[in-house]
């Protein structure tokens, strides 16, 4: 209902409260918008409530490899991933990096390698024998023929001589590493994948540790209004841009009579703020009503902000009242509807004049950090209309 005072139409509105499907969240609690919390539930596993960076929604955030992690493995969100080999000596058992055994027998002498690094020292032997003449590393009677790394097969690390001595095989030229292919003593470099190179490539190409050029793919995979940036997939900015200020509003042509939608209209960081300049047709004859309504996206927090500058002779900001949201006098006149939370935003106010400028401001108070598009909506009616 309206009451008319002064020629002005003003609605009275109580706070109605909204629901889990009106805030569009799927667990956790949430403010109704009224000062009531609302249960929105539980999501399934492994889904877990805002594990997927917007709070209130199911998600489920992967994980990467741990360290000292090989072999195929669960990310966690049901999907595989491999998390390489293994550098030798070492060995991938169970997924995990397995060093061998570092420890002497009892019957063996001298020293060698020891485990994933270092040298052990199994002892000397007894007067009259020799480490190696009862085989490797084994004390026996006569002399010992030290083995070298070629007759070993070994072009790198650390490797046991047979007679006590451990012998420096050298080292590998980068990209490969000891062992790394796989063979222990031998050089290589195992590829990696777009998951498991050092610094995890969501898109775009990247070359992994191997050398090798990779193609990780489009951001398509990470939902709408995402573009690949140094190998991670950001949110693009939308085609309005810049106009993150009153005085930089992207300029939308005139209003006319009927709704019009904006489309394509995303936040795109934090700190972003959107605004849209629309000039008035100059021919409404008569007081018009305009209405904007704003969807915040699940998780944000967004206000909307509409002023009015009129540019007829004679007009005055005195008879300018808002129907639905907040007063504003300063800068300009205009209304405000600065809803908590992910609740929707709406305005109105009947317009008075023929010429100007309505300036339509989208302010993000908190972003959830997805990249979905808000509507956005502007209605011009005549009284009569209404």
């Known amino acids: 209902m309206c009451d008319v005072a002064g020629g002005v139409c003003v609605r009275e509105l109580g706070c109605v409260p909204a629901s889990c499907e009106e805030l569009r969240a799927q667990c956790g609690t949430i403010d109704d918008g009224c000062g009531t919390e609302l249960d929105c539930g539980t999501c399934e596993e492994p889904e877990e409530c805002g594990a997927g960076g917007v709070p209130n929604v199911c998600g489920c955030a992967p994980r990467g490899c741990d360290v000292g992690e090989c072999g195929v493995v669960d990310n966690g969100c049901g999907a595989l991933m491999d998390c390489g080999g293994c550098d030798a000596p070492a060995t991938c058992e169970g997924n995990v990096c397995t060093c061998p055994s570092a420890e002497c027998a009892p019957d063996e002498c001298g020293d060698k390698p020891g485990g994933c690094g270092g040298t052990l020292d199994c002892g000397t032997c007894s007067a009259g024998e020799t480490c190696g003449a009862g085989g490797p590393n084994r004390c026996g009677v006569g002399t010992c023929t030290p083995t070298t790394c070629g007759d070993l097969d070994v072009e790198c690390g650390a490797a046991a001589d047979g007679c006590g001595v451990v012998l420096d095989c050298g080292d590998c030229t980068g990209p490969e590493t000891c062992g790394g292919g796989g063979t222990p003593g031998r050089c290589g470099c195992l590829p990696r994948t777009c998951a498991t190179t050092a610094r995890p490539a969501e898109c775009g190409t990247v070359t992994e540790e191997c050398g090798t050029t990779i193609d990780c793919g489009d951001c398509s995979h990470r939902g709408p209004n995402r573009v690949c940036v140094a190998n991670v997939c950001e949110c693009a900015a939308d085609g309005y841009e810049p106009n993150d200020s009153h005085t930089s509003a ?45 969807g915040v996206a699940v998780g944000g927090d967004y206000d909307l902000r509409v002023v009015l500058e009129c540019t007829d002779a004679g007009w005055s900001a005195a008879g300018f009242n808002c129907i639905t949201g907040s007063q504003i006098t300063s800068p300009h006149v205009g209304c405000e509807s600065a809803r908590s939370g992910s609740l929707n935003e709406a305005v109105s106010f009947n317009v008075l004049c023929d010429k100007g400028t309505v300036y339509a401001g989208v302010l993000v108070t908190s972003w959830s950090g997805a990249c979905v598009n808000y509507p956005l909506s502007l209605t011009l009616a005549s009284a009569t209309e209404l």
Do not use: C, I, K, Q
């Open 250 to 294: 992207a300029t939308m042509g005139e209003l006319a009579a009927g709704t019009r939608s904006l489309p394509g209209t995303n936040v795109h960081g934090a700190g972003n703020h959107d605004w849209y300049a629309f000039g008035l047709p100059g021919s409404l004859g008569e007081t018009h009503t305009l209405s904007v309504s704003l």
